[in-house]
């Protein structure tokens, strides 16, 4: 563990379903560390805003982003927070982070590991015993999304608005999650091919709190959020409010024309470990230029989370962590979030110097999804990068999602 660790003592849509198993490993043929870098060029905050708008007229009432650049910061927002009081959206709005709660989760037990409690290759039925049917899952197959678990959320949100209305107050327990995820076989044998699956850090999340005794909450809190102070981000489950200032998250209904559903208020205890942190664009900034820049875990454990398998062609996945590889050959590190009425986008460079953080309060709306993913184009390639914002469709056409998120044109397009 480096001196400057924080913890001193121990420190969507039928296009991208085809992404969705891929076999692993697939480690090869990998650019050396220090090319992932090599393009990287000015931040265009012109092309941001491009992009910003371009989302805004696909749909999402508000979008901002975020840049992080060795102590400068770049800001731009467009839309508005609140519908109803037309306040505009700006970059102290707190938001629901979705997925991007996994790498929080993934820190915790990365943080575990450094301090000897687990490792990486335990299966999980040593911790957990009797949990999950196949013993031999692994800490680290779980973090990877390939331990071949149903992903429970495939069935909860087949359509979309009902299935959020089902869940929006209900309050699970993560042995409830599991139990609906065994009612399914597996998806794969153990190790043998990456799929997406809230399911894996719902169990991560079991981990946390058997193995410590205390909450998820708690050790986010006494290992992530305070020493990094991240006084924007908090873990309220059960609670179903965000606490202060805070963009309202709309959602897209499946049928044309309907109009966007008020999704801010929900438990999100469908998700917990796998996606209930609450957080803003600076906080997401510094944790990922922490993460990155080694002040969260140990230079081993930060090695065993970079370790990737492939994801098509521009992805990849670590423990808890993405690599998005951009036109300009630069590649980004961080983690996408997906929760009812907001996306997120939150990656940084290879040495956590540079972090974008992008954020519209929309979702179920797979071309503002696909847009937005241009704010990290500008943010990284510059001027150079492939998104300018007019169409929202120079960029690449997928995204690695689970299936039951859609990716393909907005309801009403
Ligand atoms: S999906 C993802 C993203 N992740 C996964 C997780 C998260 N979010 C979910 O599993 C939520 C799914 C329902 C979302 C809902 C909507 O868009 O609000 N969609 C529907 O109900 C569609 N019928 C892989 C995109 C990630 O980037 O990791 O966050």
Request: aromatic share 6%; net charge neutral.
């Amino acid at each position: 563990m480096g001196s400057g660790t924080v913890r001193g003592g121990a420190v969507i849509g039928a296009v991208v379903l085809s992404l969705l198993a891929v076999p692993a490993p697939a480690m090869g043929g990998e650019a050396p560390a220090a090319a992932r870098t090599a393009g990287l060029r000015a931040p265009d905050l012109t092309g941001v805003r491009g992009v910003l708008r371009a989302a805004g007229r696909q749909g999402a009432p508000g979008a901002m982003a975020r840049i992080d650049d060795r102590g400068g910061v770049r800001r731009a927002a467009v839309g508005v927070a609140d519908r109803g009081t037309g306040r505009a959206l700006a970059d102290e709005d707190r938001f629901r982070v979705g997925s991007v709660t996994k790498t929080f989760t993934a820190v915790v037990l990365l943080q575990l590991v450094d301090e000897g409690r687990l490792k990486l290759d335990d299966p999980v039925e040593r911790h957990l015993p009797g949990l999950l049917p196949d013993d031999r899952i692994t800490v680290r197959h779980l973090l990877s999304h390939r331990s071949g678990l149903y992903d429970y959320t495939n069935d909860m949100f087949e359509k979309t608005v009902p299935g959020f209305e089902a869940v929006r107050d209900e309050v699970f327990t993560y042995r409830q999650l599991v139990d609906r995820a065994l009612q399914h076989p597996s998806t794969d044998v153990p190790g043998a091919a990456y799929r997406y699956s809230n399911t894996n850090f719902v169990v991560a999340g079991m981990l946390v709190e058997e193995l410590t005794g205390n909450s998820v909450a708690a050790e986010y809190r006494d290992r992530i959020f305070g020493p990094l102070g991240l006084h924007d981000t908090f873990y309220v489950h059960p609670g179903t409010r965000i606490p202060g200032r805070h963009a309202r998250g709309y959602l897209t209904p499946d049928e044309a024309g309907a109009p966007l559903v008020d999704s801010t208020r929900q438990t999100v205890s469908w998700a917990q470990s796998a996606g209930a942190v609450i957080s803003t664009t600076r906080d997401l900034n510094t944790f990922y230029s922490a993460l990155l820049g080694g002040r969260l875990t140990s230079a081993a454990r930060l090695a065993e989370m970079t370790k990737w398998v492939k994801v098509g062609d521009s992805q990849a996945y670590g423990l808890g962590l993405r690599r998005r590889d951009l036109s300009c050959g630069v590649s980004v590190y961080g983690h996408t979030g997906a929760v009812q009425g907001y996306y997120t986008y939150a990656f940084t460079t290879e040495d956590g110097s540079r972090s974008l953080t992008a954020l519209a309060n929309t979702s179920n709306n797979g071309t503002v999804l696909n847009t937005m993913l241009g704010t990290l184009e500008s943010a990284f390639c510059g001027t150079k990068g492939k998104a300018r914002g007019g169409s929202g469709g120079s960029v690449e056409r997928y995204e690695d999602v689970a299936p039951q998120v859609a990716v393909g044109e907005p309801a009403g397009s």
